[in-house]
């Protein structure tokens, strides 16, 4: 070995060519390295094909905003929500009749991620059954967005119950705003719907009823926000809130009726796409 060998640590000439293309065996005491295992249907060592879990969660539930779209803007959200408004104590009745709507919309839904849960034996994959329920949902939401679009110039009346809101006290406004999310056929099936889609999309638990949480705000939204501005303009909302009422019901039919249209024919594609 010569001088230079020595000081730099190079090994000699004869041994560097007899240990070309090969690499050095790890120290006896080093830790194993740990690699992440390939996704199912790719090979050991790759990582094509790779989907984040965040990106997956995005697609499986991109379905719940306009599902809560219907909700919000279907007069029988709206219009309670404002005639809550114009009773002779309006700020703690309005408040009442929000927290019972939000009530109502959340508990049903959650109720339809719980029996996903029991069925599927819980909320980490997604059923076999799944597609073919998307399937039926699609099906029967496109024929009901068809019959919308059919009757959307059908004239309307506010019903009895309706009219009576504006005598309605704190206690009452709750109740008739839990029964109103049970009793409106719209929105227990948007629930319903809503409540399948993140029960079959293998969240999880935690990430199911973060779900859930996130379709209540935006389906009770509607109410929320003239209920909520109401709390600190007070009667200054009034003329905004009575031509919105007034838009609402000139052409609500028409909304409704596309947006159903376009969650059934999303539903149904990703029923059949899944088979």
């Given amino acids: 070995m010569t001088r230079r060998e020595q000081f730099t640590g190079a090994q000699p000439s004869g041994a560097g060519v007899a ?64 005639l809550v408004l114009h009773t002779p104590r309006p700020r703690p009745t309005s408040l009442a009749f929000l927290i019972g709507w939000v009530l109502g919309i959340a508990v049903i839904t959650g109720a339809f991620v719980g029996g996903s849960d029991v069925s599927n034996d819980g909320l980490d994959t997604k059923p076999t059954w799944a597609p073919y329920v998307r399937i039926v949902l699609g099906l029967a939401l496109i024929v009901f967005g068809i019959y919308r679009w059919l009757g959307r110039h059908r004239s309307a009346h506010n ?57 209540t705000a935006l389906a009770a939204s509607s109410v929320a926000i003239p209920v909520l501005g109401y709390q600190f303009a007070g009667e200054r909302l009034d003329a905004p809130l009575e031509r919105v009422k007034d838009w609402m019901e000139r052409n ?21 796409h899944a088979l």
């Fill in 159 to 215: 019903p009895k119950w309706m009219t009576a809101m504006g005598s309605m006290g704190p206690a009452r406004a709750f109740l008739t705003a839990v029964v109103l999310t049970v009793a409106n056929l719209k929105v227990f099936a948007m629930c319903a719907a809503a409540g399948v889609a993140i029960g079959t999309a293998a969240l999880g638990r935690t990430g199911a009823w973060q779900a859930v949480l996130i379709f």
């Fill in 252 to 272: 609500h039919g028409a909304l409704v009726a596309g947006i159903l249209l376009v969650i059934g024919a999303a539903l149904l594609y990703k029923g059949i």
């Fill in 19 to 82: 240990s070309l293309g090969s690499w050095p065996s790890p120290p006896a005491d080093a830790a194993p390295v740990l690699q992440r295992p390939a996704p199912l249907g790719v090979a050991a060592g790759s990582q094509d094909g790779y989907v984040p879990p965040v990106s997956t969660v995005r697609s499986d539930l991109t379905e719940l905003i306009p599902l809560a779209l219907v909700i919000a803007i279907s007069p029988l959200s709206i219009i309670p929500g404002i």
